[in-house]
């Protein structure tokens, strides 16, 4: 007995302690201090963007150097390798979100937050012009703002390849809207399969999903979708469970290109398993309302009945982006995106504009690991920038004096400067890369000493799991995501069609 109190104890206090500190550092979050305000002395530090780079930026930047804008369509982060979970309802949507100003409001000086998208930066004048492109919009919806510094930052958008009937009638998986979207969908795939008096051929059509694309985000979602048919719908959709057929379309000879050869296999098969068809070698030529048209690998094309389309086919720019760029004809002739040098500068923008993330062409992926590392290090470099700007501030109000003491700070200042010009250049280091595949699996390509560790299956799912959690800017995600993989092992996924 004297033992079971004990640990009984030891379990209580333990539990008591961890709520009471959790209790406080929430209330500290939910209720942030004062702030400096913008300072006329300092520098204008426009952020265009609230995805993975701007945010990265935003959390390490030291705001007492500059006065700083964000400007972004979007007033939230979006933790974009949980979003196929979302889509099928494994996490509920806020749980991956980070509003803006929950970040920006605990920083030392004032941060302004503009939910609007730039649709024009004016390097000559240095200014961006943004809109209010939302629902609701006041008197004002439009204006023009200067800056010292633009930090663009605003991501890529799905590629269509302008194939007919895609942007009608398919899904994507890149913004919060479209999981919603394919969720609310394939629910209505569902219920009207359910329909009375509906044909077999009808019901297989509703329940035949499609997967454009076997990159990660194709591959991670068709898991998602397989989790979902076999986790919960055979529980509430008995009789049309042996009707859902997902097929994952992919027009190279084999899916996910960037992971080594092992884990391609390894997916493949757990694919097989799951009965999830990988047609490779195979591309969509058009979209229509009730149907994908193929080539297949012998050429010949086939019309193939299907209730839901997901399209993944990869990235493209922005038209604020092209813009941007065809103002430096001479330099920016990279299609992939904006060409940087080594400290991520805009080539031809005179160092005042700095870009990174998924809108650039560099030698790296457009993954969120090079454009969180990027954020982190625009922060140093900026700054290292805001520190040059000080002293040629000092130096310039030096030079009008007389005093000996003047020219011993001068030449000390000019000593600095030379140190400060130059800037360390952005250098990548790759954490690896994971993704989930479905049936509680997940595959990782991890660097290991000097060489490349592959691992899949169970094991990898967990640690998947947990590099993700970990990975969540706040708590609060942390938290909410936990809470959500549980409440889904305990009570399964919502089936609802209310969205
Ligand atoms: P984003 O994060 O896309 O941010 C762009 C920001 O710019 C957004 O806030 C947007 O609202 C804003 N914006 C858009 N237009 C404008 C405008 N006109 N003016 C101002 N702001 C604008 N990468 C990984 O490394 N690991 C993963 O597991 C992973 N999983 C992914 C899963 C999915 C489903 C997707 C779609 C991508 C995934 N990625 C992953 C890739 C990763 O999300 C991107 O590489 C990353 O988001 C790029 O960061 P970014 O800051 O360049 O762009
Ligand atoms: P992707 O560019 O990696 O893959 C798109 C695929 O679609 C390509 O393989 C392409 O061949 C195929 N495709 C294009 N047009 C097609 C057509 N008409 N018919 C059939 N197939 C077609 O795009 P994805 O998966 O959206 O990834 C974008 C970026 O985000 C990548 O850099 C990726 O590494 C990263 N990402 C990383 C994840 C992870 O690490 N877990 C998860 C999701 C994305």
Redesign the pocket.
């Known amino acids: 007995w004297k033992r079971f109190l004990q640990v009984t104890g030891g379990i209580t206090l333990l539990t008591v302690a961890s709520g009471v500190t959790l209790y406080y550092v929430a209330q500290k979050d939910r209720t942030p201090g004062p702030q400096l305000p913008h300072d006329p002395t300092k520098k204008t530090l426009v952020i265009l963007g609230s995805g993975w780079g701007a945010t990265s930026l935003l959390n390490s930047l030291d705001t007492i150097d500059y006065n700083v804008i964000v400007i972004s369509p979007k007033n939230y982060f979006l933790f ?2 949980l979003l196929p979970s979302v889509a099928v309802g494994t996490l509920s949507p806020r749980s991956i979100l980070q509003p803006t100003r929950y970040v920006t409001r605990h920083k030392k000086r004032q941060v302004t937050v503009i939910e609007a998208s730039a649709t024009d930066v004016d390097p000559i004048t240095k200014t961006v012009t943004f809109a209010d492109t939302s629902e609701i919009q006041g008197l004002v919806s439009t204006t023009t703002i200067p800056y010292d510094y633009l930090i663009f930052a605003v991501g890529a958008e799905v ?1 269509t ?1 302008n ?1 007919p009937g895609v942007r009608e009638h398919a899904c994507f ?1 890149k913004e919060l809207e479209d999981a919603e979207k394919m969720q609310r969908r394939f629910l209505d795939c569902l219920e009207s399969a359910a329909f009375p008096g509906q044909t077999v051929d009808e019901i297989k059509r509703l329940l035949h999903m499609v997967v ?9 979602l068709s898991g998602e979708l397989h989790d979902f048919l076999e986790q919960d719908l055979r529980s509430w959709y008995p009789e049309l469970a042996e009707h859902v057929r997902i097929s994952l ?4 000879p084999s ?1 996910l ?2 992971f080594s050869k092992q884990l391609i296999d390894y997916t493949e098969s757990t694919f097989k398993e799951a009965k999830i068809d990988i047609l490779t070698k ?4 058009e979209v229509r309302d009730k149907s994908v048209v193929l080539q297949l690998p012998d050429k010949s094309i086939a019309e193939v009945p299907c209730g839901l389309v997901v399209w ?4 493209t720019l922005r038209k604020v982006t092209r813009d941007l760029m065809a103002k430096f004809p001479d330099v920016q002739t990279n299609r992939r995106g904006i060409a940087v040098d080594e400290c991520l500068r805009m080539l031809g923008s005179n160092g005042t504009i700095f870009a990174l993330g ?1 809108c650039t062409a560099t030698s790296y ?4 690991q090079v454009a969180s590392q990027q954020g982190a290090y625009l922060a140093r470099v900026l700054a290292q920038i805001a520190k040059k700007d000080e002293l040629e501030l000092r130096l310039k109000e030096l030079q009008v004096s007389t005093e000996p003491e003047a020219k011993e700070e001068r030449e000390h200042i000019e000593k600095r400067l030379v140190k400060l010009e130059k800037l360390r250049p952005f250098k990548y280091s790759h954490q690896g ?4 595949i479905g049936s509680e699996r997940a595959i990782a390509d991890l660097p290991f000493f000097n060489g490349n560790l592959a691992m899949g299956g169970v094991a990898t799912f967990l640690f998947w799991r947990s590099a993700y959690l970990s990975t969540l800017f706040s708590m609060r995600n942390r938290i909410l995501v936990a809470t959500d993989w549980l409440y889904v092992k305990l009570f399964g996924r919502d089936v609802s069609h209310y969205i």
């Open positions: 974009t390798p590629q390849f194939i998986m454009v694309g076997g990159g990660p985000t194709g591959i991670e379309v992919e027009a190279l899916v290109p960037s195979t591309m969509v030529k993944a086919a990869g990235n998924d992926a457009p993954t969120a890369s994971l993704a989930y």
